[in-house]
């Protein structure tokens, strides 16, 4: 239990273009669902916040106008890069929390991006 | 300022050694506290976490981290490894209030194993 998918895995994008990342919670419903990137050989850094219905929250330097987040469902979150720039490549994470509660962040499996 | 700190960037063990990963952290009081890992170009999947009782947890894969509060560390362990433990591993602290959700990870540790 407490699938996380995401899609696409892979996304090769020319620069100027949007590209829209799902993140899925598959047997669970999330009430809560969060964003990171990651650069190589980093770590996690959180991007932003979102809850099912409302506006997403995001961490400090994270441009809300680049990254558009919206979490529709109690099930479906997406994150938007517009206007895509190479240094917007970057593998993307995001995780869930269930509405059953508990503290524990499923985590998908994650989603290259690259802009050319 | 609340942060996670994994001293060792890189380790390279022996197939059927001994694994000890360094984990401590600052944080305003004793946070919730996990080890993830993370195969190449995967997500990160959850070993263990401790929110409070027996500072001795133990996770999936054979895995177990020990809790001390008096180090503020959370070291995560395995006492024979295998071949196919070789990943990144980080470690993370969570606030336990509940206005807030937000991880804060470490900067990982990538296991590698000879055979």
């Known amino acids: 239990g407490a699938v996380v998918s995401q899609h696409p895995s892979r996304v090769i994008c020319k620069s100027g273009t949007s590209v829209k990342i799902e993140c899925r919670s598959l047997d669970f419903q999330a009430t809560t669902m969060f964003w990171y990137r990651q650069f190589p050989k980093k770590s996690l850094m959180l991007m932003a916040t979102?809850?099912?219905?409302?506006?997403?929250?995001?961490e400090q330097g994270v441009e809300k106008d680049k990254f558009l987040i919206n979490h529709a469902s109690l099930t479906l979150s997406t994150l938007t890069v517009t206007s895509a720039h190479p240094e917007d490549s970057s593998f993307y994470i995001c995780?869930?929390?269930?509405?059953?509660?508990?503290?524990?962040?499923?985590f998908g499996p994650g989603t290259r991006l690259t802009v050319t | 300022a609340q942060s996670v700190t994994q001293p060792d960037i890189h380790i390279t063990v022996s197939e059927g050694a001994s694994l000890e990963l360094r984990c401590n952290y600052s944080y305003g009081a004793t946070p919730y506290l996990f080890w993830y890992v993370q195969s190449p170009g995967q997500g990160l999947q959850l070993l263990l976490k401790?929110?409070?009782?027996?500072?001795l947890v133990q996770g999936i894969k054979g895995f177990e981290a020990e809790f001390k509060r008096s180090q503020s560390s959370f070291n995560l362990r395995k006492p024979s490894v295998h071949w196919s433990d070789a990943a990144e591993y980080f470690c993370a602290v969570g606030p336990r209030t509940y206005n807030t959700d937000k991880l804060i990870f470490g900067t990982g540790t990538r296991l590698q194993v000879f055979p």
């Open positions: 979102s809850n099912e219905g409302s506006k997403a929250t995001y």
């Open positions: 995780s869930a929390k269930s509405l059953a509660g508990g503290y524990e962040q499923y």
């Open positions: 401790y929110f409070s009782g027996d500072t």
